[in-house]
T-cell receptor
């Protein structure tokens, strides 16, 4: 499979649940990103990993915990979320974090609903 | 800080109409500029890009010119099709505070009617 694959595509969870989102890329990229997409708001960058090291964390609440075990996989662990965390979570990858002309390749997203 | 502002939607057009979606930016450095498109149920896809002033990006009949003097990167298409219905995001990538950042606008929804 090519491109950026995200699972699950849809997730409904209660505020006390623990779940994880998974992202996988087969593009040979070495940088991966988590974005949050909410209605009528700009995309919010949550985390950036370059060569499996976190290079940016945009003051995301600790109830979101990323993990990047290798350059092809990225996880977002979720626990004790709030209803306002309901959104589309997009994973992206790029060839090299830090290149202004580089293009982000996005997955289709995981639609999260917190009850 | 850096920012991207694009026109609010939805923009509703008839098939074969001319399209313009305005995008302006503020940046302290020399950003690269992008338009991404998001079709229903999908992630964002790169539509076109420009890396320096006066560059024109083009793809699938869409065009945008990097205008440094007006800090703009407006998206245009001469004749839209129903299949162009999607959400369009303007974005920049810039080097600030020791790191590169990608910043997106809020998106503009385009509806094309047959």
């Amino acid at each position: 499979e090519t491109g950026v694959t995200q699972t699950p595509r849809h997730l409904v969870m209660g505020m006390t649940n623990k779940k994880s989102l998974k992202c996988e890329q087969h593009l040979g990229h070495n940088a991966m990103y988590w974005y949050k997409q909410s209605a009528k708001k700009p995309l919010e960058l949550m985390f950036v990993y370059s060569l499996e090291e976190r290079v940016e964390n945009n003051s995301v609440p600790s109830r979101f915990s990323p993990e990047c075990p290798n350059s092809s996989h990225l996880f977002l662990h979720l626990h004790t979320l709030q209803p306002e965390d309901s959104a589309l979570y997009l994973c992206a990858s790029s060839g090299r974090a830090g290149s202004g002309a580089n293009v982000l390749t996005f997955g289709a997203g995981s639609r999260l609903t917190v009850l | 800080g850096d920012s991207v502002t694009q026109m609010e939607g939805p923009v509703t057009l008839s098939e074969e109409a001319f399209l313009t979606i305005n995008c302006t930016y503020t940046a302290t450095g020399y950003p690269s500029l992008f338009w991404y498109v998001q079709y229903p149920g999908e992630g964002l896809q790169l539509l076109l890009k420009a890396t320096k002033a006066d560059d024109k990006g083009s793809n699938k009949g869409f065009e945008a010119t990097y205008r440094k003097e007006t800090t703009s990167f407006h998206l245009e298409k001469g004749s839209v099709q129903v299949s162009d219905s999607a959400v369009y995001f303007c974005a920049l990538s810039d080097y600030t505070s020791g790191t590169y950042k990608y910043i997106f606008g809020t998106g503009t929804r385009l509806k094309v009617l047959a």
